[in-house]
C-alpha cells in the first residue's frame, strides 16, 4: 500500500552529507550510475547518449552554489538525492502502490513492474529526487544502493550506498538515524546537521552539515608580502644573471 | 511545469462531460429537457464520448498505459486513484440514467438516479482538482481555488453544452438560464481570484531553505548539475513569458468566459434559431478558452525543484 510506516520505523537509514568537505568531484554521481544501471533501478538510461542534446537518469547529482559576497562568499557543492522523508508524499500520491515506503527501515523505492509512468511522485517530491525513464516508461530513483547495504556476496566493509564507498574526501556517511549513538546520528549531533525546506513538512531522513564558518580561510591579506626579489643579485650570481643577459 | 497535452485534453474534456452529466441528472428529470429517449440517448451518449475520450487522452500521458488498470488501487492514499474510482463507479448511476431515460417511464427512479449520476460527476470532478491542489510543492496548484475552479468551469461548460442541446430541440429553459448565468459568472470570478491569489503568493522556499545555507548571504546557483536539459528541467522548468501569460489570461477570459456569458444571455433573449447559434457559438468559445485556461494553469505552475536550477522564488 501507499500509506506510510503508521510507527516510525525501527531503523531510519540515510545519508548525512558534509558541505563543508564536499570538493565537487561527482564521483559519487558517477559511482552512483555505474552501480546502478546494473543494479535494482537498471537500467538508468541515457538517451541520444552521442547527440548534442544527451539525456539521462541519474540518481545523484552535484549543484554548485556561491553564497554570499565578496571576501565572505564561498562556493558549496551541493550533492543531492532522494531524502527517504519520512512523509514522502512521492509514496501516498502513487496510484498504484508501485511508489512505497519500507516499514523494516524507511528507504523508499520504486516496484517498477507496478509503475504506470504518469510522473505524479515526481510532481509531489519538492526535492527533485526523482527522474522519469522516458525509455523504460517508469520513475527512477535512489535505492540507498539497497542491492549493496544488505548484500552477503559483498565483504561488510563495502555494504555501503555506491556514493559513500566511493567519496575520496568522506562526504557523505551512511548510517541509522533511529540509533542515537549512530555514526550519522553523532556526526548531526556534533555539526549541527539539519533538514532541506523543513517548511515543506516532508520530514527528510537524510541531513546536511553546514560548511564550518570558523575554518582558516586564505585571503588577499594574509598572503605572504611578496614572491622572492627577481632582481640581480651580486656575487657568483649575479655574476651568472649578467651572463646570460648578454 | 510543462503544459502535457493529453492532460489539458483529459481534463477540459471530460470536465465538460461531467459537467453535461450534472445538468442532464439534476434537471432532465424535473422536465428541464425533453423526454424523448432519442434525445435522452444522444445527451448523455454525448456526455459518455466526452467523459470516455478524456480518460482515454489521460492514459496517453502514462509511461505504460497498459497498466492502468492498476491506477485505483490506492484510493486510501492516492487523490489519482481516487479520481480512477469514481470515474469508473460514475459509470454505474451514468448508464442507469441513460437506460432510464430511454427505455423506462417510471420518472421517480429516473430522477433518483439522475441525481445520484451529479453527485458521481462532481466528486469525479473535485477528485481530479484535489490530485492537483494537494501538491504541495507547485504553489500556483496547491491553492485554494483550484478545486473550486476545477468545478465550476466543469459545471459551466457543461451548463452551455446542455443549453445547445435543448435549444436543439427549442427547450431552452429561461428559468434555468438564470440559474447558468450564475455559475459562469462565479466561474468567471473564481478564475480572477485565482490568478490574483497566485500573483500574491509568496514562495514557501527559497534557494537558501532549499540549501539550508541559511545565515551565510545570498544563494546563487554557480553551476548546474549537468550540462545540457533533464527530466527536472524539462518537466518542472518550464517557463512562460510574463507577457505572454497576460496576453493569454485575457485570451482564455474572453474566450473561456465573457463570450459563453453573453452568447448565453444573447440566447435566452433571442430564443429560436438565434438562440441555437448563439449556444453553439458558445461551446465553440468555451471549449477553447478552457483549453487556454488549462494550458496556462500547467505553464504558470512553478516547481520548488526549480530553486536548485536558479530560480529565486517557485
Known amino acids: 500500500m501507499t500509506d506510510l510506516p503508521a510507527a516510525p520505523t525501527p531503523k531510519q537509514l ?38 548534442d542534446d544527451v539525456a539521462g537518469v541519474w540518481l545523484n547529482r552535484i549543484h554548485g552554489f556561491e553564497v554570499g559576497d565578496g ?128 517548511e515543506q513538512g516532508y520530514r527528510p531522513t537524510n541531513k546536511y552539515l553546514p560548511p564550518r564558518l570558523d575554518t582558516k580561510r586564505f585571503a ?27 | 511545469m510543462n503544459p502535457a497535452f493529453s492532460v489539458i485534453l483529459f481534463t477540459t474534456t471530460s470536465g465538460a462531460g461531467y459537467g453535461l452529466l450534472i445538468w442532464l441528472g439534476l ?58 474510482v469514481a470515474a469508473i463507479a460514475s459509470f454505474v448511476p451514468i448508464g442507469l440514467f441513460g437506460l432510464l431515460w430511454v427505455f423506462s417511464g417510471s420518472t421517480a427512479l429516473w430522477l433518483v438516479v439522475g441525481w445520484i449520476t451529479a453527485v458521481a460527476a462532481l466528486i469525479t470532478v473535485a477528485s481530479t482538482g484535489m490530485i492537483y491542489g494537494t501538491l504541495k510543492p507547485i504553489r500556483q496548484w496547491h491553492n485554494p481555488w483550484v478545486v473550486p475552479i476545477y468545478l465550476l468551469n466543469a459545471l459551466m461548460s457543461g451548463y452551455v453544452w446542455f ?19 450564475v455559475v459562469v459568472v462565479a466561474a468567471l470570478l473564481a478564475k480572477r481570484a485565482y490568478w490574483r491569489s497566485i500573483d500574491a503568493g509568496e514562495s514557501l522556499s527559497t534557494p537558501e531553505s532549499a540549501t539550508g545555507l541559511v545565515g551565510l548571504g545570498t544563494v546563487r546557483l554557480l553551476e548546474r548539475p549537468h550540462t545540457e536539459e533533464n527530466y527536472l528541467s524539462q518537466e518542472m522548468g518550464y517557463r512562460i513569458a510574463r507577457k505572454h501569460a497576460a496576453k493569454l489570461r485575457r485570451l482564455a477570459m474572453v474566450i473561456g468566459y465573457l463570450a459563453p456569458l453573453v452568447l448565453t444571455l444573447l440566447g435566452l433573449a433571442a430564443g429560436g434559431p438565434l438562440g441555437l447559434a448563439a449556444a453553439v457559438l458558445a461551446a465553440l468559445n468555451v471549449t477553447v478558452g478552457l483549453l487556454i485556461e488549462r494550458w496556462l494553469f500547467f505553464a504558470e505552475a512553478t516547481h520548488t525543484v526549480t530553486l536548485y536550477y536558479g530560480a529565486r522564488a517557485a
Open chain 1, 14 to 51: 540515510g545519508l548525512v552529507i558534509d558541505l563543508d568537505v564536499c570538493v565537487g568531484c561527482h564521483a559519487c554521481a558517477v559511482n552512483c550510475k555505474e552501480w546502478n544501471t546494473g543494479g535494482h533501478p537498471a537500467p538508468l538510461t541515457d538517451v541520444r547518449p552521442y547527440e
Open chain 1, 71 to 198: 571576501a565572505a562568499g564561498r562556493t558549496v557543492h551541493f550533492p543531492k538525492s532522494c531524502l527517504h522523508c519520512a512523509d514522502a508524499a512521492c509514496v501516498t500520491v502513487c496510484p498504484t502502490g508501485a511508489s512505497y515506503k519500507r516499514i523494516e527501515d524507511g528507504i523508499v523505492l520504486v516496484d517498477e513492474d507496478l509503475c504506470i509512468g504518469c510522473k505524479l511522485c515526481s510532481w509531489a517530491c519538492p526535492y527533485g529526487a526523482r527522474e522519469y525513464d522516458a525509455d523504460g516508461g517508469v520513475m527512477k530513483k535512489c535505492t540507498l544502493c539497497i542491492d549493496r547495504i544488505y548484500n552477503d556476496n559483498l565483504p561488510e566493509a563495502e555494504r555501503l550506498p555506491a556514493c559513500v564507498a566511493t567519496c575520496p574526501t568522506s562526504a557523505r556517511h551512511f548510517g541509522d538515524f533511529a540509533d542515537p549513538d549512530s555514526n550519522v546520528s553523532r556526526l548531526v549531533e556534533e555539526r549541527g546537521g539539519y533538514d532541506l525546506m523543513p
Open chain 1, 220 to 246: 588577499l591579506d594574509d598572503a605572504p608580502a611578496a614572491l622572492a626579489s627577481a632582481e640581480p643579485a651580486g656575487g657568483f650570481l649575479g655574476w651568472v644573471d649578467r651572463l646570460l643577459s648578454g
Open chain 2, 27 to 84: 434537471f432532465a428529470p424535473l422536465d428541464f429537457a425533453p423526454r424523448a429517449p432519442l434525445f435522452g440517448f444522444v445527451a448523455v451518449g454525448f456526455s459518455v464520448v466526452l467523459v470516455g475520450v478524456g480518460l482515454l487522452a489521460s492514459m496517453f500521458h502514462l509511461g505504460h498505459p497498459e497498466r492502468a488498470w492498476r491506477a485505483v488501487s490506492q484510493w486510501r492514499s492516492s487523490w489519482l486513484a481516487r479520481e480512477g
Open chain 2, 163 to 181: 443549453t445547445l442541446f435543448t435549444a436543439a430541440v427549442g427547450r431552452q429553459s429561461a428559468e434555468l438560464g438564470f440559474v447558468g448565468l
